[in-house]
């Protein structure tokens, strides 16, 4: 039965961020930030597809052409009400396990991906949603993977009437373990101070680095524990940056 899922990774991207605007177009050595998502995540071998999950604002209208360009299926819904957009880019797709990235994650790996998809599957049926960034957090920031059954995200779809619950995707999910069975993906020891999204110029100054040090893209996390262990001053960089509170 598991093997017959639809199994879908939807990246949610858009132009309009607050702390960094256009930040799904920013330059990573010579790709976009969405592009090199996007590269990664098509590298998971649990995902039957990846689509982008962007909105109607006509700035995201670059978004959609690079999609275009590249032969991405892509959804364009609600700014404000990602859970909507999310909802109905499953629904178009035909979702039954949906596998939620965010395009600020340019190092995402896919064998983590495949490492959280696969507990999802394996904890079948007594699960509805596993994440590797929900408490107690242990991976680095940056390496994010929820996974759930369409029907938690339809559920939440129907009954969310909070903001906070339409804007951030799964909230409304994780924050009901009496209605969701919610299970947390841990690493082998704790890596939750490691910082590697880019949600300011000081985040993308570290990933530049990273990048550019290994000159190619398929290096993976452990890869980066390694070198950081030899450059630990490269953690300096963005260190004194705090995540945005939910």
């Not at 976009?32 to 098509?42: D, I």
């Not at 409304?172 to 069975?181: A, G, L, M, Q």
């Amino acid at each position: 039965m598991l093997s017959t899922m639809n199994i879908i990774g939807i990246v949610q991207a858009r132009m309009g961020s607050t702390r960094l605007p256009g930040k799904a177009f920013l330059d990573i050595c010579g790709e976009p930030m969405l592009a090199r998502v996007m590269a990664r995540c098509q590298r998971a071998k649990t995902l039957n597809r990846v689509v982008v999950a962007t909105t109607t604002e006509p700035d995201d209208n670059i978004l959609c052409d690079l999609c275009t360009a590249r032969d991405w299926p892509y959804y364009r819904g609600s700014q404000e009400d990602v859970l909507d957009r999310y909802y109905q880019a499953a629904k178009q797709y035909q979702a039954d396990v949906v596998v939620r990235i965010t395009s600020d994650c340019p190092v995402i790996d896919p064998d983590v991906i495949d490492l959280t998809v696969g507990e999802f599957l394996r904890l079948q049926p007594d699960c509805d949603y596993v994440s590797n960034s929900e408490p107690p957090r242990q991976f680095p920031r940056g390496l994010d993977v929820e996974v759930f059954h369409f029907r938690a995200l339809e559920q939440a779809w129907h009954e969310a009437r909070d903001p906070a619950f339409r804007e951030h995707v799964t909230l409304y999910i994780y924050r009901h373990p009496e209605k969701f069975r919610v299970v947390p993906i841990l690493a082998d020891r704790d890596y939750s101070h490691q910082r590697w999204t880019v949600d300011t110029p000081e985040d993308r100054a570290l990933i530049l680095k990273l990048f550019e040090h290994f000159g190619h893209d398929r290096f993976g996390w452990r890869d980066i524990l390694a070198v950081l262990e030899q450059h630990p001053e490269w953690m300096k960089i963005n260190r004194h940056i705090r995540q945005k509170a939910v």
